[in-house]
């Protein structure tokens, strides 16, 4: 998730004019002209080409009968074998309704939360409390996901500090936070919500501080109260933001997670906290089932990207202001 | 100050008060617990049934951290990644970014489409793991350190920067005779720091924080201090031979330790808060 303020600004062209306006410039007269700046590219473009492509490349084990010392290309082809295999595994139908369900309730907790932090954070006028609660929301975004597990494993323990104010004040019954599935499922949404709130409400700040001030004060003239304003004149001013997030995140619906669930969960909470990705891990990394592990997350990604080409779609079709990502 | 609340005071700016309030308190108190729990003596941990914020105070915790050499060790993997890779991370993107930010070149939108293409789709655990063993580079420091040379998100923050850097700096340059390469590193380089340092914190915490990948990838001597926090957590028993003859509190250990994983990311947290976040990426996000 913590890449998904990236591609955005990726799709705009320069509107600059060319330095040499007589048209085509064949390809070894650029070359000639920019080894330079080509050679600067280039780390990054190896660099891209080895550990992205090199990886997208090696997707078609899903469809071999892959083993590491064949090798790829002296692997048997065997169609769609091993998709039927994963989803015959009584493991993956659990995963896949556990991945939707843990992604599903962090969007639909985790995107509002954000929205309206960042409504409330815009409507504080104490500017010293405003920046202190802003730099406090943040500051989970910054740290590891093991640190986190480390903080929410002792804070939500059977003997830790949420529990004995449950026990001592509120004189209640101890909750098995970590231990008991469906409220381990809470505890995960509770904690990504924790942990990117702050982050993803400074995104929808700026684009508030964007809005036109006159608006307000038009609003004010007629009589609108904070409400009403924010209503009318904010939501609708982050709208195109709001959508751009939206779409991102629902690339996120099948897939992601894996850094929080890998360092939360245990055996006890495998019946709602097993997703793809930490299934994929045991069939592929413990187990040696290469193609087995390579087709569900080939899987996961073909979905993923059609979930958002199809949000896109959505949008585009039924909104007339052009707020589309692509 | 008392002025200026009694004059805008109004029951909505009380509400929303005490609703930041809440999320302030959700927000920091797992920091303020840590914190507290690790310098808090054995003595204060027992005596009470609760412990909710600081009770007493020792270095106790911090002292066994440094007395044991598999802690040492991984936090010395830790700074040497974060060190090494956070400076070829910078290095690589930067030139990169300014590479694509050049307006006159055939083949940058090829490029641009390159970098987008693994924002969105990617191989998956099974093949990624693959292509790191079929390079050797499985069990070696490296494989901590060049994976991730480039994110193509950062890549993409620089290239905007640079696309709204002033082009006559770059002009008077040229005119001036100096090559592409003179133009890069004695005249944009320089003029670009904030940028710089923005990203070289954004990779740098990436790379402290990082655990998944390197408690797969590398033999338990190479484990940054992350994933030996995790094994802390998960198997007690790596708490054994620590501490002889004291008496210790295993929370307020692995709260020592985080509290060593949280320590440099705070210190490093008002520039990232002034840079990242106010500026570029915001900027970016807006386009």
């Given at each position: 998730m913590s890449y998904v303020a990236g591609p955005t600004d990726s799709v705009t062209s320069p509107k600059i004019i060319p330095l040499?306006?007589?048209g085509i410039v064949l390809w070894h007269q650029d070359l000639r002209r920019h080894w330079p700046i080509y050679l600067m590219a280039l780390p990054a473009i190896l660099s891209v080409l080895i550990f992205s492509y090199g990886p997208m490349f090696g997707v078609s084990i899903a469809f071999l009968d892959y083993s590491p010392v064949r090798g790829i290309t002296g692997s048997t082809w065997v169609g769609l074998d091993n998709f039927r295999d994963a989803f015959n595994n009584p493991f993956f139908l659990p995963a896949l309704r556990n991945t939707i369900i843990l992604n599903v309730l962090k969007l639909a907790i985790g995107f509002p939360s954000a929205i309206i932090l960042a409504l409330l954070l815009n409507e504080m006028r104490l500017r010293w409390f405003k920046s202190t609660v802003q730099t406090a929301t943040m500051l989970?975004?910054?740290?590891?996901w093991i640190v986190a597990a480390a903080m929410f494993r002792n804070l939500l323990a059977p003997d830790g500090v949420i529990n004995a104010v449950i026990r001592h004040v509120f004189g209640g019954q101890v909750i098995n936070f970590m231990s008991d599935p469906y409220i381990f499922r809470w505890v995960i949404v509770f904690q990504d919500t924790w942990k990117f709130a702050g982050y993803f409400a400074v995104i929808y700040l700026a684009a508030m501080a964007a809005i036109d001030p006159v608006l307000y004060e038009v609003a004010q003239v007629d009589g609108a109260n904070r409400l009403q304003q924010i209503r009318h004149i904010t939501l609708p001013g982050i709208a195109p933001t709001m959508i751009t997030m939206f779409v991102l995140l629902i690339g996120y619906l099948i897939q992601g997670g894996l850094e929080q669930v890998y360092a939360m969960y245990s055996v006890a909470v495998y019946s709602t906290a097993d997703i793809l990705e930490t299934f994929t891990f045991r069939l592929g990394l413990q187990q040696s089932r290469y193609g087995l592990a390579t087709a569900v997350g080939l899987f996961q990604a073909v979905i993923s990207v059609t979930l958002v080409l199809f949000t896109n779609f959505l949008i585009k079709r039924y909104n007339q202001q052009g707020q589309s990502l692509f | 100050m008392t002025l200026a609340l009694k004059r805008k005071f109004s029951w909505g700016q009380v509400l929303v008060f005490l609703m930041l309030l809440l999320i302030f308190i959700m927000a920091a108190y797992p920091f303020f617990y840590v914190l507290s729990l690790s310098v808090m003596p054995y003595e204060q941990y027992v005596r009470q049934?609760?412990?909710i914020g600081p009770s007493g105070f020792t270095l106790t915790y911090f002292q066994e951290i440094f007395r044991d050499p598999r802690l040492i060790n991984a936090f010395q993997v830790s700074i040497a990644r974060t060190v090494i890779g956070t400076a070829l991370n910078v290095v690589v993107t930067i030139m990169a970014g300014y590479a694509l930010s050049r307006p006159d070149l055939k083949y940058g939108r090829i490029l641009t489409v390159l970098f987008i293409v693994p924002m969105f789709f990617g191989g998956g655990i099974i093949p990624y793991f693959l292509t790191i063993r079929a390079l050797g580079?499985?069990?070696?420091?490296w494989v901590l350190v060049i994976p991730g040379l480039v994110s193509p998100f950062y890549l993409f923050v620089v290239r905007a920067y640079y696309r709204s850097y002033p082009q006559e700096i770059i002009e008077a340059g040229r005119m001036d005779g100096a090559s592409q390469f003179g133009i890069f590193w004695r005249i944009v380089w320089p003029t670009s720091i904030p940028m710089i340092a923005t990203i070289a914190l954004l990779y740098g915490t990436g790379h402290w924080n990082e655990y998944f990948w390197s408690s797969i990838l590398v033999q338990p001597n190479l484990h940054p201090a992350p994933v030996i926090l995790n094994s802390i957590m998960n198997n007690r028993s790596m708490l054994q031979g620590l501490g002889l003859g004291t008496q210790l509190t295993p929370q307020s250990f692995i709260a020592a330790v985080s509290a060593t994983l949280i320590i440099p990311v705070l210190i490093v947290y008002p520039f990232l808060q002034r840079y990242v976040v106010t500026g570029i990426l915001v900027g970016s996000v807006k386009g």
């Amino acid at each position: 998730m913590s890449y998904v303020a990236g591609p955005t600004d990726s799709v705009t062209s320069p509107k600059i004019i060319p330095l040499s306006s007589r048209g085509i410039v064949l390809w070894h007269q650029d070359l000639r002209r920019h080894w330079p700046i080509y050679l600067m590219a280039l780390p990054a473009i190896l660099s891209v080409l080895i550990f992205s492509y090199g990886p997208m490349f090696g997707v078609s084990i899903a469809f071999l009968d892959y083993s590491p010392v064949r090798g790829i290309t002296g692997s048997t082809w065997v169609g769609l074998d091993n998709f039927r295999d994963a989803f015959n595994n009584p493991f993956f139908l659990p995963a896949l309704r556990n991945t939707i369900i843990l992604n599903v309730l962090k969007l639909a907790i985790g995107f509002p939360s954000a929205i309206i932090l960042a409504l409330l954070l815009n409507e504080m006028r104490l500017r010293w409390f405003k920046s202190t609660v802003q730099t406090a929301t943040m500051l989970p975004y910054f740290i590891s996901w093991i640190v986190a597990a480390a903080m929410f494993r002792n804070l939500l323990a059977p003997d830790g500090v949420i529990n004995a104010v449950i026990r001592h004040v509120f004189g209640g019954q101890v909750i098995n936070f970590m231990s008991d599935p469906y409220i381990f499922r809470w505890v995960i949404v509770f904690q990504d919500t924790w942990k990117f709130a702050g982050y993803f409400a400074v995104i929808y700040l700026a684009a508030m501080a964007a809005i036109d001030p006159v608006l307000y004060e038009v609003a004010q003239v007629d009589g609108a109260n904070r409400l009403q304003q924010i209503r009318h004149i904010t939501l609708p001013g982050i709208a195109p933001t709001m959508i751009t997030m939206f779409v991102l995140l629902i690339g996120y619906l099948i897939q992601g997670g894996l850094e929080q669930v890998y360092a939360m969960y245990s055996v006890a909470v495998y019946s709602t906290a097993d997703i793809l990705e930490t299934f994929t891990f045991r069939l592929g990394l413990q187990q040696s089932r290469y193609g087995l592990a390579t087709a569900v997350g080939l899987f996961q990604a073909v979905i993923s990207v059609t979930l958002v080409l199809f949000t896109n779609f959505l949008i585009k079709r039924y909104n007339q202001q052009g707020q589309s990502l692509f | 100050m008392t002025l200026a609340l009694k004059r805008k005071f109004s029951w909505g700016q009380v509400l929303v008060f005490l609703m930041l309030l809440l999320i302030f308190i959700m927000a920091a108190y797992p920091f303020f617990y840590v914190l507290s729990l690790s310098v808090m003596p054995y003595e204060q941990y027992v005596r009470q049934p609760i412990h909710i914020g600081p009770s007493g105070f020792t270095l106790t915790y911090f002292q066994e951290i440094f007395r044991d050499p598999r802690l040492i060790n991984a936090f010395q993997v830790s700074i040497a990644r974060t060190v090494i890779g956070t400076a070829l991370n910078v290095v690589v993107t930067i030139m990169a970014g300014y590479a694509l930010s050049r307006p006159d070149l055939k083949y940058g939108r090829i490029l641009t489409v390159l970098f987008i293409v693994p924002m969105f789709f990617g191989g998956g655990i099974i093949p990624y793991f693959l292509t790191i063993r079929a390079l050797g580079l499985l069990n070696t420091f490296w494989v901590l350190v060049i994976p991730g040379l480039v994110s193509p998100f950062y890549l993409f923050v620089v290239r905007a920067y640079y696309r709204s850097y002033p082009q006559e700096i770059i002009e008077a340059g040229r005119m001036d005779g100096a090559s592409q390469f003179g133009i890069f590193w004695r005249i944009v380089w320089p003029t670009s720091i904030p940028m710089i340092a923005t990203i070289a914190l954004l990779y740098g915490t990436g790379h402290w924080n990082e655990y998944f990948w390197s408690s797969i990838l590398v033999q338990p001597n190479l484990h940054p201090a992350p994933v030996i926090l995790n094994s802390i957590m998960n198997n007690r028993s790596m708490l054994q031979g620590l501490g002889l003859g004291t008496q210790l509190t295993p929370q307020s250990f692995i709260a020592a330790v985080s509290a060593t994983l949280i320590i440099p990311v705070l210190i490093v947290y008002p520039f990232l808060q002034r840079y990242v976040v106010t500026g570029i990426l915001v900027g970016s996000v807006k386009g």
